[in-house]
T-cell receptor, first 111, second 116 residues
Framework: QQQVKQSPQSLIVQKGGISIINCAYE??????FPWYQQFPGKGPALLIA?????SEKKEGRFTISFNKSAKQFSLHIMDSQPGDSATYFC??????????FGAGTRLTVKP | DTAVSQTPKYLVTQMGNDKSIKCEQN?????MYWYKQDSKKFLKIMFS???????INETVPNRFSPKSPDKAHLNLHINSLELGDSAVYFC???????????????FGEGSRLTVL
């Protein structure tokens, strides 16, 4: 049973456009919501993360929006670049080191 | 200097064989993990160790046995390999934060296991 549901499965965006990836969760014990970026042949790497006490976090072109009441969070990539083409995973964890990942979104940014 | 290193990077073997994947982290973290990534890229947690103690043991066949000789190492042994075991296995580590939150996971580059 997947504890974090992610959509879309794949996404194609033009260079300069906005990429939006959505995630939803059920377990209200989750208290940490990171996004990981994975390039082919590499391990996932942390991109940006948020805790449920804030509704938005921005780092450069990357923004997480968090809706605690809806149990949803999303990643927005502004001014998407071909170098952003990768697989993106949302994740959620509780305090016991139990990190659960979404199914991943394969993002392609066309030049 | 690689933070989380795992060996081998590629492993091709026959059904029924036994194989091991080794993982080492030099970040001083107290928690290590094994994740399995299938052909559809889904990342599934298998095991989690904290200071050599097993914390998470997902529904994984008992053919899979993790071993943590010290908190910097977490090895994965797989017995009687099956076709369905073909996947990329990722080792990761993290440091539990003071407030009890899980810290950032640092992943190795993965070990691609192919069972023929």
């Amino acid at each position: 049973q997947q504890q974090v549901k992610q959509s879309p499965q794949s996404l194609i965006v033009q260079k300069g456009g906005i990429s939006i990836i959505n995630c939803a969760y059920e377990n209200t014990a989750f208290d940490y919501f990171p996004w990981y970026q994975q390039f082919p042949g590499k391990g996932p790497a942390l991109l940006i993360a948020i805790r449920p006490d804030v509704s938005e976090k921005k780092e450069g072109r990357f923004t997480i929006s968090f809706n605690k009441s809806a149990k949803q969070f999303s990643l927005h990539i502004m001014d998407s670049q071909p170098g952003d083409s990768a697989t993106y995973f949302c994740a959620a964890s509780t305090g016991n080191n139990d990190m659960r990942f979404g199914a991943g979104t394969r993002l392609t940014v066309k030049p | 200097d690689t933070a989380v290193s795992q060996t081998p990077k590629y492993l091709v073997t026959q059904m029924g064989n036994d194989k091991s994947i080794k993982c080492e982290q030099n970040l001083g973290h107290d928690t290590m993990y094994w994740y399995k990534q299938d052909s559809k890229k889904f990342l599934k947690i298998m095991f989690s160790y904290n200071n050599k103690e097993l914390i998470i043991n997902e529904t994984v066949p008992n053919r899979f046995s993790p071993k943590s000789p010290d908190k910097a190492h977490l090895n994965l042994h797989i017995n009687s390999l099956e076709l369905g075991d073909s996947a990329v296995y990722f080792c990761a580590s993290s440091q539990r934060l003071i407030q009890g939150y899980t810290g950032e996971l640092f992943f190795g580059e993965g070990s691609r296991l192919t069972v023929l």
